[in-house]
Structure formats: C-alpha cells, structure tokens
C-alpha cells in the first residue's frame, strides 16, 4: 500500500467528449477571432480563451453526454486508515481503476464526511481530479444510506439507477443504493472491485 500523496492527476474524458470538446473550441475561436481585428497575436491569445471556455464546459457536457456512471465511496475505497490522525494511506488498484473508467464512464465519487474534513482531505489527495464529480454528505446535511442522498446524486448527475453502480466497502450502503434500483458492488480491493463491475457490464 502506497503511503504516499498522490501527485495531481491529469483528467481523462471519453472519446466522443474529448470531440465535442474540440468542436466547441473551434466554434469558440470562430466566433472570437473577428475581435482580433486581423493581427495575429491577439487571434492565438483569442483561441485560448476559446479553448479554456470550452474546457469549463467540459464536466456539464460529459454529465449529459455519457449515460453509463460509476459511483465510487473514498474512505475504505481510495483510501483508508483514520481521519483525525493523518494516517491515511492510499488502497493499492483504486486510482489506476477508477482513472481507467474515466475513459468510458463518469466516475464520481459520494462519501459521508463534513464540510472541514471534506476540505482539508480533498486538497491532499486531490479528489477533484481523481474524480469526474464529487459530493459529500456535508453538503446535503444527509449521510448514506439515506436513500435521498443517492437520489440528490443521480438528479445531479443525469444519471438512471439501472445504469449506475455503486461501490462502497459498507454492505448496508450498497444494499440502500439497490433498493433505488441501483447496481452495487461491496468492495474488497481494485482486483476484486474490476472483475465485478465486468460483470455488470463496467468493464474500464
């Protein structure tokens, strides 16, 4: 097991995300580069705003783009050991697993920690770009299994229970998600967790 912080991780779109993210820079650019009134410096600099507008874009249009969606717990997932004590060290498989679904896949992730907690251990181990999307019970004042949290979840994500699976190393938390129709997978290690989700048709 890796004790080490993860270093920021580059994030990774599907195919046809990536496309449409390039559609949507050119028609950016399009539109801007007649401000550049034809000198050329200003047209480049005008492309890259174009670029870094439709790279903002880009979580909204996988949101509606991708159907499939993969909903991973953190603690005892990604990471593991104590909270209050900085013991945290990083579960062997879980990164490389879920960076390789990415691909296919939105990938979030939905744990049940406060607003200080969830802030100070997000900054370490990047959550925001392990994941496509991120919530925390903090934000909703509800905690899993509480099934209306999983419901706030989908709503967000544009996501169907019967084509979203949900991870958790907590059985009662996955027993909560399928009673909503959602698929659940009770996670053991990345080795494990992969061969399931093939199963289910999840395959990275």
Same mark, same amino acid.
Not at 81 to 100: C, K, P, S
């Given at each position: 097991?890796?004790?080490?912080?993860?270093?920021?991780?580059?994030?990774?779109?599907?195919?046809?995300?990536? &496309?449409?993210?390039?559609?949507?820079?050119?028609?950016?650019?399009?539109? +801007?580069?007649?401000? @550049?009134?034809?000198?050329?410096?200003?047209?480049?600099?005008?492309?890259?705003?174009? #670029?870094?507008? @439709?790279?903002? @874009?880009?979580?909204?249009?996988?949101? #509606? %783009?991708?159907?499939?969606?993969?909903?991973?717990?953190?603690?005892?997932?990604?990471?593991?050991?104590?909270?209050?004590?900085?013991? +945290?060290?990083?579960?062997?498989?879980?990164?490389?697993?879920?960076?390789?679904?990415?691909?296919?896949?939105?990938?979030? %992730?939905?744990?049940?920690?406060?607003? =200080? +907690?969830?802030?100070? &251990?997000?900054?370490?181990?990047?959550?925001?770009?392990?994941?496509?999307?991120?919530? #925390?019970?903090?934000? #909703?004042?509800?905690?899993?299994?509480?099934?209306?949290?999983?419901?706030?979840?989908?709503?967000?994500?544009? @996501?169907?229970? $019967?084509?979203?699976?949900?991870?958790?190393?907590?059985?009662?938390?996955? =027993? %909560?998600?399928?009673?909503?129709?959602?698929?659940?997978?009770?996670?053991?290690?990345?080795?494990?967790? $992969?061969?399931?989700?093939?199963?289910?048709?999840?395959?990275?």
């Amino acid at each position: 097991m890796k004790n080490t912080t993860p270093k920021a991780q580059k994030r990774t779109w599907s195919p046809f995300v990536d &496309w449409l993210h390039l559609v949507l820079t050119v028609i950016a650019s399009v539109l +801007l580069l007649p401000l @550049a009134f034809g000198d050329v410096l200003s047209g480049f600099l005008l492309a890259a705003v174009g #670029y870094l507008v @439709a790279s903002a @874009a880009r979580p909204l249009v996988k949101k #509606y %783009a991708v159907h499939k969606t993969v909903v991973f717990d953190i603690h005892g997932v990604y990471i593991a050991g104590d909270f209050n004590i900085e013991a +945290l060290y990083e579960i062997e498989g879980t990164r490389d697993l879920i960076q390789r679904l990415r691909k296919k896949y939105k990938v979030a %992730a939905l744990t049940n920690m406060g607003p =200080e +907690l969830f802030n100070m &251990w997000s900054r370490k181990w990047d959550f925001a770009h392990t994941y496509d999307y991120v919530y #925390y019970s903090g934000q #909703y004042r509800i905690k899993k299994p509480d099934p209306k949290l999983f419901e706030i979840v989908l709503k967000d994500l544009n @996501a169907k229970p $019967e084509d979203t699976v949900f991870l958790d190393d907590t059985a009662e938390n996955v =027993e %909560a998600a399928k009673k909503l129709g959602i698929q659940g997978i009770v996670f053991k290690n990345a080795k494990q967790a $992969e061969e399931e989700l093939k199963k289910l048709g999840f395959g990275p």
